[in-house]
């Protein structure tokens, strides 16, 4: 590694204040303290060693827990596009080439979306003068994962760019956000773009090839809605559609392993659930807003059943919880320690209200099937204020004290 | 009524080179010096005495023109050799080269009993003048106490969480009836009581084993359990207007010689720790001491650094720097200043980390001792992670929110956050478990000086 060390010390001077490419200097200490944790020591007073604990590594750990989403994601594209075509029935059959598919579509999605963003982030840091920030790692990943894989590349870039601009940078960066960045970009989508990411013929790839008869394409969401608008019990409607792309596709079990249409990352509960694991046990999310988001998910389902009109009210809690992308915006989306509710009460406010949202509007609102979107970037809105009354709890038993 | 407080909150840092119990052979200093910097909130320093002059243990040396009456004695007696100043005349030290045996200034002596009629007035006249009474650290704002002031309350922690932190039971083992007679003193200076902190489910230090007069209240849980700062949180919390006094058991015992024995008496026992040093031991020495004769030929290697106090809030010295005025430890860590390649990723069990981020494997190896040294690892960003530094904070208090209104300098923000009942040392280990690695301490002494001088 000392030639590398030896190259970078080389070109350094040429990056510092007097160098020919000192605008640059951002770009090169991103390089450099990627590829070599800085040599910097504690000041003269204060904390003279420190936690071995940095925001990078911190973020890496947010990826890693997305691979499993990512990988699972990546088949099951190709999966689903398989069962559309009528070529395969069996879940590991033709593995090679479902998973070939899924990379030929994914991966081009990942790379646009770093690549996009990535130039965003290096030219506010050029211009404003500051150092790159490593959140565009997770955004970058949590993009390509929540929208479907038939999305055009353009929209991609334009929405990544979107989100980096206006959610993240115009506020200065990396924890100064309001917004969750990559709920931002969806959104973007969602309202300037909706034939593409939304609908019944977008979930699915299909490329040239024609569909087997009986196809739907429709994802687990419209198939509960429209059956609640039809008077038909939900989960009966779910498990007998489509059954041209094999029994049992919407069943319980298989919407909680999340072989079914939708959005890349997003159809896993399970996968989500290993990033839920990963996260809090290494602490890097917070365990409250996941627990209280699901708890509010089913309390809300509950609630529905007590009052319900239709069927799809009349839907057993727990499959809120699976269909969806509940799972995944509850641990990847929700858990965004800038844009959630920093203090430790307001966290179980502000993960109970996003899950009990969710089911509002997803059972409610026949504009939009999925509410998870929606309900993560109104309670980021509101998690200042939830945080307000916290803080003022603690500001007035302190006040009680002095005046007892 | 004496308390009761388990604490769950906190971070014990565990390093390798904790002190044994024994004292070293070390060679006495030299050379003894006063920093005027390390007494928090002087404004004015006066240097009374001039190069080449001779003065005893004792002997005023310094004062503040803010607060004229308190002295700041000379710690040995010898002779003036540097009157060290700085950029625009900036007073930074005043050394003295020591005698080879100590002569001490004579104050007034008492006896226990007549300790218990003392009045206030005495006492205060002879602490000021006998140079004790800096030891006396005034909450909010932790600086050195106001004579003027009364104080609702006194506090005392009988014990150091600190990483490597000197047993109370070893360096102040046979000062039972100093401590004591400290205690009595120090009644007459508050209306209300003076509370003694001591940790719960341990041996009770024969210092403070049948100290009378006192409230003694206990402590369980990991650092910061033992500071002073938490002890009054939970105790007597410090509201807007009220003013608590603080002082270290060394100060206590220092107060007691001064009156028993009519004399200043600045020997003190330090821990010399770290995991760089060849010898970590205890040190008999004096206040203010030059470190070099504990450092020189007690280190493991060359490229060290030398903190005065401890790794949480110490500061950095030279070799040959000296022992800060309030610091009962010296900790030796190795420099830290070297790239590491992919640092940031590696997975590593020889690094501490209060985290489980990916990689830091620390948390499997609860009870090892590290070797921690000077690295920032990382640099600084805006905050991101949330809930970290209230997990290590045992106070009702959001360190958050307290940060950012002091870097808005938002004054009602401030004060209705608490910044009344916070000095640095309370909130040290946000600034050793900071993802964003910000300077923690820094922020909390520029909020305190804000609402100080505003």
């Not at chain 1, 827990?65 to 190709?78: K, W």
Request: charged share 20%; hydrophobic share 45%; glycine share 10%.
């Amino acid at each position: 590694m000392k030639f590398l060390r030896d190259l970078l010390d080389k070109q350094k001077p040429l990056f510092q204040k007097g160098g020919k490419l000192e605008n640059l200097f951002y770009l090169y200490e991103a390089g450099e303290t990627f590829l070599f944790s800085p040599n910097h020591t504690n000041g003269i007073k204060g904390a003279q060693v420190k936690d071995a604990i940095d925001l990078k590594r911190m973020m890496i750990t947010v990826v890693i827990a997305m691979i499993p989403c990512l990988l699972f994601g990546i088949y099951n594209t190709g999966h689903q596009h398989f069962l559309a075509i009528g070529q395969t029935a069996g879940l590991w059959e033709d593995f090679g080439p479902k998973f070939l598919l899924g990379l030929q579509l994914v991966l081009p999605i990942v790379i646009v979306a770093y690549a996009a963003g990535g130039l965003v982030e290096a030219g506010f840091a050029v211009v404003r003068k500051h150092p790159i920030n490593e959140g565009f790692l997770v955004t970058g990943m949590l993009i390509p994962l929540v929208v479907p894989a038939t999305l055009p590349l353009w929209q991609v870039a334009l929405a990544t760019i979107f989100a980096v601009i206006i959610a993240k940078e115009v506020f200065g960066g990396t924890g100064m956000n309001i917004l969750n960045v990559a709920m931002t970009a969806r959104a973007f989508l969602y309202f300037a773009y909706p034939a593409q990411i939304s609908g019944d013929q977008v979930w699915t790839y299909l490329g040239d090839k024609v569909p087997v008869d009986g196809f739907s394409g429709a994802t687990a969401l419209a198939v509960a809605y429209n059956a609640g608008v039809d008077g038909q019990p939900v989960t009966q409607a779910l498990a007998e559609h489509n059954s041209a792309m094999g029994e049992g596709l919407f069943s319980f079990y298989n919407m909680f392993m999340g072989w079914i249409p939708g959005s890349i990352g997003e159809t896993s509960t399970l996968m989500a659930l290993v990033g839920a694991l990963i996260l809090v046990g290494t602490g890097v999310a917070s365990w409250k807003i996941i627990v209280s988001g699901f708890a509010g998910a089913y309390i809300m389902g509950l609630v529905m059943n007590l009052l319900a009109v239709n069927e799809y009210m009349a839907m057993s809690p727990e499959y809120h919880w699976v269909v969806g992308g509940l799972a995944f915006g509850i641990v990847f989306m929700a858990t965004d320690p800038v844009s959630a509710a920093q203090t430790e009460t307001g966290k179980w406010i502000y993960g109970l209200l996003i899950g009990v949202l969710t089911v509002i509007i997803r059972v409610t609102n026949p504009a939009y099937p999925e509410g998870i979107m929606l309900a993560v970037l109104f309670m980021n809105v509101f998690a200042p204020l939830i945080d307000y009354y916290v803080v003022k709890a603690n500001k007035n038993r302190r006040l009680q004290r002095a005046t007892v | 009524m004496s308390k009761t407080i388990k604490l769950k909150k906190g971070f014990d840092i565990k390093l390798a080179g904790k002190a044994d119990k024994q004292l070293g052979d070390f060679n006495r200093a030299k050379t003894f010096a006063i920093k005027p910097a390390d007494f928090i909130g002087m404004q004015r320093p006066k240097v009374t005495v001039n190069e080449g002059d001779s003065v005893k243990a004792g002997t005023p040396i310094l004062f503040d023109k803010a607060m004229e009456s308190v002295q700041y004695v000379a710690p040995v007696s010898g002779e003036i050799v540097e009157i060290k100043r700085g950029e625009k005349r900036k007073l930074l030290e005043i050394k003295i080269l020591a005698d080879a045996e100590i002569s001490f200034e004579s104050f007034e002596k008492f006896t226990e009993s007549s300790l218990k009629t003392l009045s206030k007035e005495v006492a205060i006249a002879q602490l000021c003048k006998g140079g004790v009474w800096p030891q006396l650290i005034q909450r909010p704002f932790g600086i050195v106490a106001n004579p003027q002031d009364s104080p609702k309350s006194i506090f005392i922690s009988g014990f150091d969480t600190h990483p490597l932190a000197p047993d109370y039971a070893f360096t102040y083992k046979g000062e039972e009836r100093y401590f004591q007679a400290g205690v009595l003193v120090l009644q007459k200076l508050t209306s209300g009581k003076v509370h003694l902190g001591l940790e719960l489910d341990s041996e009770i230090a024969p210092v403070f084993a049948n100290v009378q007069g006192v409230q003694v209240n206990k402590f369980s849980g990991p650092h910061p359990a033992g500071n002073v700062g938490i002890h009054i949180h939970h105790v007597d919390p410090i509201n807007k207007g009220e003013i608590v006094w603080t002082i270290s058991p060394f100060g206590v015992i220092q107060i007691g010689k001064l009156f028993l024995e009519g004399r200043y008496d600045a020997s003190k026992i330090v821990a010399v720790t770290g995991s760089e040093a060849m010898k970590a031991l205890y040190a008999k020495t004096y206040l203010g001491a030059c470190v070099d004769t504990l450092v020189n030929g007690n280190l493991k290697k060359d490229h060290i650094r030398v903190v005065s106090g401890n790794v949480l809030t110490g500061e950095k010295i030279n070799n040959d720097g000296y022992l800060g005025y309030y610091a009962n430890q010296i900790t030796i860590l190795p420099e830290g200043d070297y790239y590491e390649f992919l640092g940031w990723m590696k997975p590593t069990s020889e690094k501490l980390s209060y985290h489980r981020a990916l990689g830091l494997l620390s948390f499997l190896k609860p009870n090892k001792e590290y070797v921690l040294d000077t690295n920032v690892r990382g640099e600084e960003r805006a905050f991101v992670q949330t809930g970290v530094f209230e997990s290590v904070t045992p106070m009702d208090i959001l360190p958050v929110y307290l940060l950012k209104a002091i870097l808005a300098e938002d004054f009602d923000e401030m004060e209705e956050l608490g910044i009344y009942e916070v000095v640095e040392e309370d909130l040290a280990l946000c600034e050793f478990v900071d993802v964003s690695k910000h300077p923690v301490q820094e922020i909390i002494r520029k909020g305190i000086d804000l609402i100080q001088y505003s």
